[in-house]
């Protein structure tokens, strides 16, 4: 179905994810070759444990790290979730259970160490309607009020604040949830950029991070302000990073547009006090195992320039 030209492009097949004796595929491979011209160049057998990102962004069970489970994060699973592979790095954290939630039964039994997160989105203010229709609102606000951990990322920082405000018909307005006292402003043109900023002084739940420069993206429409007409008196939120991050008066609510903050090494230390496996290491390890089973020779013969 490919043009001419973008056919001849193609030098190979690869089959992943197998299961099962690689003999039992003949004669299909050498059929496949016949019909097209292409040669089948590797069978990549199942790898449980790789660290790389679901390609669904639901983590399965078995690549669950292992250990006793000293901290559970859990990642609100909206319709429109966004830039969710960013969460895998907390997969190779030791004692870290990463859980996506769909439903208030998915947060029952959650502990006051333990952090819900609202990942970016795609349409917030349709994803903070689902969030109110599926009465995930009230179970966050209540897991928060107890002093519970909660991280809002982009859209999600935009559903912790008390408005969002839409002008130019973007993503519709609406009222937030009221974690932060902050607005959010769309605008027309929208931000793209890799970000290198530093954390200033927090307190409470998030202080560890207090300090640590961290590396990441924006990927946003509008701007985020505190905004003191909405608040309580004395309850302005805590510009934390320039620009980018605010922290409640409490001290255990915090939203950011930095996307990336779990694929930073220095934001995992902090937070968790160990050295983890970063994504360059997984990456590293993914080329092993295509070497492994491909052929240097074969890896070599595929980087050839495109006439």
């Known amino acids: 179905m490919l043009p001419p030209k973008d056919q001849a492009r193609i030098k190979g097949f690869v089959l992943n994810k197998f299961r099962g004796d690689v003999a039992l595929l003949s004669p299909a491979p050498e059929m496949l070759q016949e019909l097209t011209g292409i040669p089948t160049l590797a069978v990549l057998p199942m790898w449980w444990q790789h660290g790389l990102p679901e390609e669904d962004g639901v983590f399965d069970d078995r690549s669950r790290s292992t250990g006793v489970v000293t901290h559970t994060m859990a990642v609100i699973a909206y319709p429109r979730i966004s830039n969710l592979d960013e969460f895998q790095a907390l997969k190779n954290v030791l004692g870290v259970r990463l859980l996506w939630a769909r439903s208030p039964a998915d947060l029952a039994g959650l502990q006051t160490s333990d952090c819900v997160i609202l990942p970016g989105s795609k349409h ?52 937030g949830l009221g974690l932060l006292p902050i607005a959010t402003q769309f605008a027309a043109q929208k931000t793209v950029q890799r970000t290198r900023a530093e954390f200033l002084n927090l307190h409470g739940t998030w202080s560890a991070l207090s300090g640590v420069k961290v590396s990441g993206y924006e990927i946003h429409h509008g701007h985020t302000k505190v905004h003191s007409a909405m608040t309580f008196p004395g309850d302005l939120a805590q510009e934390v990073m320039r620009g980018l991050t605010w922290q409640n008066k409490a001290g255990n609510v915090l939203g950011t547009y930095l996307h990336g903050l779990f694929e930073d090494p220095a934001v995992l230390q902090a937070m968790f006090g160990m050295q983890t496996v970063t994504m360059e290491t997984v990456f590293e390890g993914l080329a092993d195992y295509l070497e492994q089973h491909m052929g240097i020779a074969t890896l070599q013969s595929l980087i050839q320039p495109v006439p």
Do not use: F, P
């Open 124 to 175: 917030t203010s349709s994803d903070l309607e689902w969030l109110r229709q599926q009465g995930l609102d009230s179970t966050i606000l209540q897991h928060a009020r107890k002093g519970g951990a909660v991280l809002g990322i982009c859209g999600g920082l935009k559903m912790l604040g008390e408005a969002l405000i839409d002008e130019y018909g973007i993503d519709g307005n609406a009222l």
